[in-house]
């Protein structure tokens, strides 16, 4: 984007706080790179006015919105249509504009999707371990089962939390992949294979950079590979510890990127070529060393 015009397009962030997102960086360099004439901008939305921000968005022609924490359930009433998966987790992040109302999807979880396949993880047919009870570990298990997973122990210090995403999940997908466990409760996952575990705690995020919500090595001996969607620090606690065990381990930068890659892809009709998305990815390492996060 070279000059604001009477064309430029307009996309943006709401949510609460707002302040700290790296996703400017990510859609003003996708339009720079594209040539695209659009602006990218957040949006501080006090509580209770998520459904005028979005029909004042739609009023303005704007092309797309992200939507952060806490918005991410609140906004389903306020569109016309939501893409399945996203329905079916209960949270959109990312509104695409279409004749008479936004449509939401959930470009968190095609994003994670999509950053795992980048790295050869696969969910299909796979048994995985998820931990935490929050509202990324519930999309990280709906996710898990959408795709067929074989099984997801589902682990978190507050079981109940655990249950309750367990048996909805179940539910919703049709299946009994989902199995939930106090996280102390680690030691009856049977040890005599291999899993994948996706760390959907706060645990170990910065500055707790020494904090992992396990640290019991002899539940790492049984990870092949360890992904933290926590991406301050670069390496977690958690990712040392599945590394000192053997095992691959990765932290949630690239989802975050390819979140963003596919909603920039749903608002402006493109794919974003692999090189783009690394010089994206380039730019959002630079702001994590800069401290600009
Ligand atoms: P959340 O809803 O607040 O959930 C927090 C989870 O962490 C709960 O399961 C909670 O357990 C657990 N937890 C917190 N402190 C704990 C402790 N001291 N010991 C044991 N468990 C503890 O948070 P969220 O929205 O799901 O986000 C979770 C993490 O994912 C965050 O660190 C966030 O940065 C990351 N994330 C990354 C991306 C990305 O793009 N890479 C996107 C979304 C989220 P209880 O239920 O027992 O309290």
Known sequence: MKQ???HTRLCGLIGNPVEHTMS???HNTLA???GHNLVYVPFHVETGQVRKAVEGAYA??????NVTVPYKGEVIGCLKETDEMAGKIGAVNTLVRTEGGYKGYNTDMMGLYRAMGSEGIRLEGEEIIVLGAGGAARAVTFLCAWKKAAKVYLLNRTLEKAEKIAEEVNRACGTACVEPMRTDGHGKIPADRQYLAIQATS???YPKVEDAVI???AFYEKIHTGYDLIY??????FMRLTRQAGGRAFHGLKMLLYQGVIAYELWNGITVTEDDALTVYGKLREG???GHN
């Open 4 to 6: 604001i015009d009477g």
């Open 24 to 26: 400017p960086a990510i």
């Open 32 to 34: 720079r790179i594209n």
């Open 60 to 65: 303005l022609n704007i092309l797309g919105l």
């Open 203 to 205: 645990v170990g995020l």
């Open 215 to 217: 640290q019991d090595m």
């Open 232 to 237: 301050k620090p670069a390496e977690t606690k």
């Open 288 to 290: 994590m060393e800069a």
